[in-house]
């Protein structure tokens, strides 16, 4: 939206922008295209852009806060009664896809089945990777955690 | 004659090419870092007409 589409020299005016962010996820960026009769610079680009994010996903968490009530709908439900790469899917594919800070399947079968074995069921230290074992207070058992270890370290 | 007629030329360019719209923004790009979905996000871009011809907005197109 445009205050005045008309302006005289030295005027100024000023244009509005909206985005409605429902439903959208992940960077957006918005291009603006100003069409004036400014012989130099008939078009120009007004752009803005940000971060989108769920309610939920605005503040830092503890890794372990996942597996709270209010997140288990996302975070733990789908992947209930799942094993390899169906649990794998549900539980950790929204990290783990390449996209965001944690590694992917591939760059983490590259680590010794030891350490694999340890950041799922112990979780990471200062990342929000939690400890999923039920020992540490996670969902899974030992054979879902065992089916993990498998798909990314295949024998 | 010629010559006389050339340098009219040049005296006028500068005249003709000055009188124009001309169209300023202050910023043209805005970061807003962080947002809700269930946010709407809302930025007011500043302009000014630095010409000094009437400058016609004729349109906003979004892509």
């Known amino acids: ?155 | 004659m010629k010559r006389v007629a050339f340098i009219l030329f040049l005296l006028l360019v500068p005249v003709v090419a000055h009188a124009q719209p001309s169209i300023s923004f202050e910023t043209m790009e805005y970061d807003f870092g962080l947002m809700s979905q269930d946010n709407k996000a809302e930025h007011i871009f500043e302009f000014s007409n630095k010409g000094d011809r009437q400058l016609v907005i004729d349109k906003l197109t979004a892509s």
């Open chain 1, 1 to 155: 939206m445009v205050s005045s589409d008309h302006l005289k020299p030295g005027e100024k005016g000023k244009i509005s922008i909206t985005v409605n962010l429902a439903g959208k996820r992940g960077n957006v960026t918005k291009r603006i295209r100003v069409h004036s009769n400014d012989p130099l610079k008939p078009i120009t680009i007004l752009t803005v852009k940000m971060l989108v994010k769920n309610r939920l996903h605005l503040n830092k968490y503890n890794a372990d806060e996942i597996f709270s009530k209010k997140c288990r709908t996302c975070h733990v439900e789908r992947g209930k009664g799942k094993s390899g790469f169906e649990l794998f899917r549900a539980d950790c594919g929204m990290c783990h896809n390449g996209r965001g800070t944690a590694p992917s399947i591939m760059e983490m079968r590259k680590k010794p089945a030891k350490f694999i074995t340890k950041a799922i069921r112990e979780g990471v230290d200062n990342t929000v990777m939690p400890g999923f074992s039920v020992k540490n207070n996670g969902p899974l058992n030992d054979p879902q955690i065992e089916s993990l270890i498998r798909l990314i370290k295949p024998r």
